[in-house]
């Protein structure tokens, strides 16, 4: 019997980049849905959706992620990145196992090191703290769970930095970029793949998965080192830009103007996924790489296979272009 696998928040950046993945497992059943078909925020609607549709495994892309925005919407923020979290597990549990995402932000920064699982928790903004609150909501519900931490996601299609680095390369000669705070730029590519892999090898292995693993690229480096790589990248492929590196300037998080405070350190630990999954992140610079092929080629090159959820729920036709944001953790 095929297994069926809901994916929510299916218009985002990730839910996006885990249905290009359909065409490689045949086995399950995908259904998508996104705010429009199944808002989460309704109690009522969720659980009934649990009672009419059956499903072995939800992988929940849904959440409110702009960080900034959120210092001044605080509850809206913290209805979809817990409330949401809590119906869902709520209603699924004994029905459903779910894979949810979390965030570097759960964490202050100020470990020396990386990261691990084991950490305490004290994020800094609204965003870290209602994730937080998510990740907490599912262990509660009591349903089996994979819950991944990540860190600094980006995807091809969509507003992220190296997009806005490039962007404002291109138009300035020189300009600033934050160089206090460390972290793992990931691949959304990667995250999709790791996602739907792991859920591969807890469907088959003997032993029980489920919890909190640490998922991110390998390496290290910081916003201004980061913006330094794909300037470099960019220029080696061919492009136009009024920028060179040399006339990119280091600046500290606190002249950034940011609304929300960020954690200076976001080293994130896979030790612990690697160990249960047997699966070593490549380094952060691949996919970073592979971004900037991409957009030196996309006019020519059509890299992605075409991918249909076996149905979404309440809706005709389906986009896989998520919806630009310019405000993203
Ligand atoms: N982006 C990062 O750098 C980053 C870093 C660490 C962790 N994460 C986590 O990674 C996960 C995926 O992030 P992402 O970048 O793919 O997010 P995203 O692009 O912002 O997508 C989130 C999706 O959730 C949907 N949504 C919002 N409220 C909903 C509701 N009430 N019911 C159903 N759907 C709802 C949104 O729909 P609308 O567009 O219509 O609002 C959107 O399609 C999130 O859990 C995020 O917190 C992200």
């Given at each position: 019997?095929?297994?069926?696998?809901?994916?929510?928040?299916?218009?985002?950046q990730?839910?996006?980049?885990?249905?290009?993945?359909?065409?490689?497992y045949?086995?399950f059943?995908?259904?998508?849905?996104?705010?429009?078909?199944?808002?989460?925020?309704?109690?009522?609607a969720?659980?009934?959706?649990?009672?009419?549709?059956?499903?072995?495994?939800?992988?929940?892309?849904?959440?409110?992620?702009?960080?900034?925005?959120?210092?001044?919407?605080?509850?809206?923020?913290?209805?979809?990145?817990?409330?949401?979290?809590?119906?869902?597990?709520?209603?699924?549990?004994g029905?459903?196992?779910?894979?949810?995402?979390?965030?570097?932000?759960?964490?202050?920064?100020?470990k020396d090191?990386?990261?691990?699982?084991?950490?305490?928790?004290?994020?800094?903004?609204v965003?870290?703290?209602t994730?937080l609150?998510?990740?907490?909501?599912?262990?509660a519900?009591?349903?089996?769970?994979l819950?991944?931490?990540?860190s600094?996601?980006?995807?091809?299609?969509?507003?992220?930095?190296?997009?806005?680095?490039l962007?404002?390369?291109?138009?300035?000669?020189?300009f600033?970029?934050?160089?206090?705070?460390?972290?793992?730029?990931?691949?959304?590519e990667?995250?999709?793949?790791?996602?739907?892999?792991?859920?591969?090898?807890?469907?088959?292995s003997?032993?029980?998965?489920?919890?909190?693993?640490?998922?991110?690229?390998?390496?290290?480096?910081?916003?201004?080192?980061?913006?330094?790589?794909?300037?470099?990248?960019?220029?080696?492929?061919?492009?136009?830009?009024k920028?060179?590196?040399?006339?990119?300037?280091?600046?500290?998080?606190?002249?950034?103007?940011?609304?929300?405070?960020?954690?200076?350190?976001?080293?994130?630990?896979?030790?612990?996924?690697?160990?249960?999954?047997?699966?070593?992140?490549p380094?952060?610079t691949?996919?970073?790489?592979?971004?900037?092929?991409?957009?030196?080629?996309?006019?020519?090159?059509?890299?992605?296979?075409?991918?249909?959820?076996d149905?979404?729920?309440?809706q005709?036709?389906?986009?896989?272009?998520?919806?630009?944001?310019?405000?993203?953790?």
């Open positions: 019997m095929q297994l069926s696998i809901l994916i929510t928040g299916a218009n985002g990730l839910g996006c980049e885990l249905q290009q993945l359909i065409p490689l045949p086995q059943r995908f259904f998508s849905t996104d705010i429009d078909t199944l808002d989460l925020c309704d109690k009522d969720v659980e009934s959706f649990f009672d009419k549709n059956r499903m072995d495994y939800i992988i929940n892309c849904a959440a409110y992620t702009a960080v900034d925005k959120a210092e001044d919407d605080a509850n809206l923020c913290y209805r979809i990145n817990c409330e949401t979290v809590q119906n869902l597990a709520e209603a699924a549990r029905k459903a196992k779910i894979i949810h995402i979390s965030t570097d932000y759960v964490f202050d920064g100020l090191g990386w990261y691990t699982e084991d950490d305490p928790t004290a994020p800094l903004n965003y870290g703290r994730k609150a998510g990740d907490q909501a599912i262990k519900a009591g349903c089996r769970h819950v991944f931490r990540t600094w996601l980006f995807c091809s299609q969509s507003s992220n930095f190296p997009r806005s680095i962007e404002q390369a291109h138009r300035e000669e020189s600033d970029v934050t160089d206090d705070q460390f972290g793992c730029p990931t691949g959304m990667f995250l999709a793949s790791a996602t739907a892999l792991a859920l591969h090898q807890a469907l088959t003997e032993k029980d998965l489920s919890g909190l693993y640490n998922l991110a690229a390998s390496g290290e480096t910081n916003w201004y080192n980061y913006a330094l790589y794909v300037v470099k990248k960019a220029l080696h492929l061919g492009w136009k830009l920028a060179r590196p040399e006339n990119i300037r280091p600046v500290p998080a606190t002249e950034s103007g940011r609304a929300a405070r960020r954690p200076a350190n976001s080293r994130l630990s896979t030790a612990r996924f690697t160990a249960a999954f047997g699966l070593t992140p380094t952060w691949y996919h970073v790489d592979r971004l900037i092929w991409f957009w030196t080629h996309q006019k020519t090159t059509n890299l992605r296979p075409a991918a249909r959820p149905k979404v729920i309440g005709r036709f389906f986009a896989v272009t998520p919806r630009s944001r310019s405000d993203r953790p």
